[in-house]
């Protein structure tokens, strides 16, 4: 097995060093380890079966429709109306932009799925206000990267299908229900290095919105947030599933920017369509690369190889589980979410379930921890992203990145030990 593992890890990190896409990484250090365990005709003939199998799976279809809805919300003016929604709120507050931003993007990233897409939307249109009003730049870009990921774990979210795919039948509303409070936990803990930040650096108290006029927003914003209530509670009273909830967020999306907020004209429609399709095909793609080495972990018995030797170094299982948090991390700052979320999740959950860490539990535990890879340099998406749309560079961002960790990184561990926040409401609704 030795052999095996070094032969995969390799090749797939010598692959990855050459800038070769990741999902053709991960097939062809498979097809490669397979070549030393059976002969060259079959190893290229079972990794093809594999990426054929591995997304012939119907809750994977939710996934191009959520994508599309995410589409549609970013283009469609829904942004905005959030932002608006958020200064009603908490914009009167000591700093209370950067409260607005954070709130911002937790709604948005929820609505749309994507935390590229929030950083994009909420950004474009929150950075050039916050530096006019004399907050930072390289601190506002550097609040908006981080609130933006909180998106992954509020519902719905894709990469929490993906894990349900790869843990092999997870419930995908369980994990939906499970995601609110460990995303909700991330932006309080986002909110309060914000306040602290505003407090030392005396940022502007924002006007008070009268009372006429914050009603006015909630109503604007109020049909965009009905789509969350729309989508997770209807899965949760069981009238559609997580896949065809999907398909009601795209109508619900196309709805709104196009008939109701008219943001979005009919000629872009097809665009829109093509961006969705040339995502959705490169998910895929990572997914079915996935399953492949999936299968090659299980054949020559990788993870239980690994979760023997993780338990041969200690029986505490608040070090097995700092030792995984740590690894994580590690892995989040070079590889993105979903194909991380693919591999490692065969390795590591075998690892939680002997601990009898529940198998929703871990999936919070392993998304956040991939939630703070995208903001960490080198391979940040996210953070890349920001800084674009801020014109700032990553070693600018740095210094106020540092106390947004901490805050994530707290609410990690919070989230590890304390199995309560992931678990209390899966469990109030019978999962």
Not at 202 to 211: A, I, N, Q
Request: hydrophobic share 60%; net charge neutral; with cysteine.
């Amino acid at each position: 097995m030795e052999s095996t593992v070094w032969i995969l890890v390799v090749s797939f990190v010598l692959l990855l060093a050459m800038n070769v896409p990741i999902a053709v990484c991960i097939a062809v250090s498979t097809v490669l380890t397979m070549l030393f365990t059976v002969a060259f005709l079959p190893a290229v003939t079972t990794v093809a079966q594999q990426m054929a199998t591995g997304i012939n799976v119907f809750s994977l279809l939710a996934i191009p429709f959520f994508i599309l809805s995410g589409l549609l919300m970013g283009q469609g003016g829904i942004a905005r109306r959030l932002i608006e929604f958020a200064k009603a709120l908490v914009g009167m507050l000591p700093g209370g932009l950067a409260y607005v931003n954070v709130m911002a993007c937790m709604f948005f990233g929820a609505l749309s799925g994507s935390s590229v897409a929030a950083t994009s939307a909420i950004g474009g249109f929150m950075l050039p206000v916050m530096e006019k009003e004399g907050y930072d730049r390289n601190f506002n870009a550097a609040l908006t990267i981080t609130a933006s990921t909180t998106g992954l774990l509020i519902p719905p979210s894709n990469i929490l299908i993906v894990y349900s795919l790869a843990s092999g039948g997870v419930s995908i509303a369980a994990l939906f229900i499970a995601g609110y409070l460990p995303g909700i936990l991330v932006g309080i803990g986002l909110m309060m290095v914000a306040a602290v930040y505003s407090v030392v650096r005396k940022y502007p108290v924002g006007e008070r919105v009268p009372l006429a006029d914050a009603l006015r927003r909630i109503l604007h914003a109020l049909p965009s947030l009905l789509l969350v209530v729309i989508v997770i509670g209807g899965i949760i009273v069981g009238i559609f599933t997580a896949t065809e909830a999907s398909a009601i967020a795209v109508l619900y999306a196309l709805f709104l920017s196009v008939v109701c907020y008219r943001e979005i004209k009919l000629r872009q429609i097809p665009g829109i369509l093509l961006k969705a399709v040339e995502i959705t095909a490169i998910v895929m793609l990572l997914i079915g690369a996935s399953k492949g080495m999936s299968w090659i972990l299980s054949y020559e018995n990788i993870p239980q190889g690994i979760t023997e030797y993780l338990v041969g170094l200690t029986d505490s299982r608040v070090m097995i589980l700092l030792l995984i948090n740590l690894i994580l991390l590690a892995v989040g700052t070079f590889m993105d979410m979903t194909p991380a979320v693919l591999i490692f999740t065969p390795i590591f959950l075998p690892i939680a379930t002997q601990l009898g860490i529940d198998p929703i539990h871990f999936g919070m535990i392993m998304v956040l921890n991939l939630c703070i890879g995208l903001c960490t340099p080198p391979v940040g998406s996210v953070l890349f992203v920001g800084c674009g749309i801020a014109n700032t560079t990553i070693a600018a961002l740095m210094k106020p990145l540092m106390f947004l960790y901490v805050a994530m990184v707290a609410a990690l561990l919070l989230v590890t030990y304390i199995p309560a926040i992931s678990l209390t409401l899966p469990r109030f609704f019978g999962y």
